[in-house]
């Protein structure tokens, strides 16, 4: 079933659900947290273990925490104070589902072309939440991350749960085995591994969507491998899965957490509901543009953006159905999105004398998807990427028109 379709469906089980018959038994949740305690709730207990950005407080903790990571490296590289930071890479890596495989084929072939640097800061959403840990390591878990992207099927993905299983039920499909594939790989080697490129300086946030304070969450994922605490991996896992979790399609994936010592829960879905790449707060620019403007040497730093998607329209005749409509209407709208995105990281890093380079899908692959998770079409798009990275991938200086 292509993902479109299993969006117009999800659609049609939501209009649906006031006609659910008396009896039949819904999902069960614990209380969410109050509208005015959401910046109180706590998962771990780890400090800085997420940010909620739309406040000030969040802004500030961010903040505070690029800061620290600073500090860090320097303190793993041995420089005096005062003394300049080598150049800064930064990456994001966009959501799409099976599209994802264009931005691990690229990140391979570019580490076998050479030239791909480590990165001080990797961010995902979705699919990208997905590929963002393997990028994060380097190019030794290149292996892992081609095998995601090129070994497993929808089996390894999802379940269907069918049509009228999703009007009672929270999604149409059952995500277990994908937290499964996701386990598989995110085991307590990688979960330590990723703890200690934290400790040395480096940042790996993932974003997900608070639905019930309708708010973007990024996830400090280095800080919580790094701390020790027992529930780490699980938690890790959870946010991954969630981060990737489709409204509708998948499942969301509900979070204990403690305010104030009383229990609640908060229901988190795909990051793509609010934003599908990030980099990093606009108000983060702030510092640099006032060394810029003090006439200060700023550091040199370069942003790369994988685009895990087309950004050219994708024609198509729409069938005179409400489905049909309603479901081109909402691709539509996601495609907006994701340029949307992209010109506003556009816009901040020209603003703040950063470095832009992009890379997307473009119009010279043109295998069609045939079903979700399709293995043949996701090898065929991971080539693809694959063959660019290894030639020297042409990144765009600015978003096309």
């Not at 990797?122 to 994060?136: D, K, M």
């Not at 981060?243 to 399609?249: D, K």
């Not at 640099?288 to 087309?310: S, W």
């Not at 049909?324 to 495609?335: E, F, N």
């Amino acid at each position: 079933m292509p993902l479109r379709l299993a969006r117009r469906r999800a659609l049609l089980a939501a209009a649906a659900a006031p006609l659910a018959l008396p009896g039949c038994a819904t999902p069960v949740r614990g209380p969410a947290v109050p509208r005015d305690k959401v910046t109180g709730a706590a998962v771990l207990g780890v400090p800085n273990e997420r940010f909620l950005i739309t406040s000030r407080e969040g802004q500030q903790a961010i903040e505070a925490e690029f800061v620290a990571a600073g500090e860090r490296m320097r303190r793993r590289l041995g420089l005096r104070p005062g003394q300049a930071l080598p150049r800064v890479n930064l990456l994001s890596v966009s959501g799409g589902g099976e599209n994802g495989a264009f931005g691990a084929g690229l990140l391979c072939g570019w580490s076998d072309l050479g030239t791909r640097p480590e990165f001080n800061l990797v961010t995902g959403v979705s699919t990208g939440a997905l590929t963002a840990p393997f990028a994060y390591l380097g190019r030794e878990r290149d292996p892992q991350l081609r095998a995601v992207y090129t070994e497993l099927t929808l089996r390894d993905i999802a379940l269907s749960r069918g049509l009228i299983a999703a009007i009672f039920d929270d999604a149409l499909a059952d995500t277990a085995p994908l937290f499964r594939t996701i386990s598989r790989y995110m085991d307590e080697a990688m979960l330590a591994e990723i703890g200690r490129a934290h400790e040395g300086g480096r940042l790996l946030l993932i974003g997900s969507t608070n639905l019930d304070a309708q708010i973007p969450v990024i996830w400090n994922i280095g800080a919580i491998a790094a701390s020790g605490h027992p529930r780490a991996l699980e938690t890790v896992r959870r946010v991954l899965l969630a981060s990737a979790s489709i409204p509708g399609a998948f499942p969301p994936v509900m979070f204990d957490v403690t305010v104030a010592g009383q229990a609640h829960q908060e229901l988190h879905v795909d990051g793509g509901a609010f934003a599908q790449a990030f980099l990093y707060p606009s108000s983060m620019g702030r510092g640099r543009r006032e060394r810029i403007a003090r006439g200060t040497a700023a550091r040199d730093v370069e942003a790369y953006i994988i685009r895990n998607g087309r950004l050219d329209p994708e024609w198509a005749m729409v069938e005179r159905r409400t489905l049909g409509i309603t479901g081109r209407a909402i691709s539509t709208m996601i495609a907006a999105s994701g340029y949307n995105d992209v010109v506003r990281m556009f816009n901040n890093t020209q603003r703040d004398g950063i470095g832009f380079n992009l890379a997307f899908i473009g119009s010279d692959f043109t295998e069609e998807l045939p079903a979700p998770f399709d293995q043949a079409f996701m090898r065929a798009l991971f080539q693809y990427g694959y063959e660019r990275g290894r030639r020297g991938y042409e990144w765009a200086k600015r978003p096309p028109i």
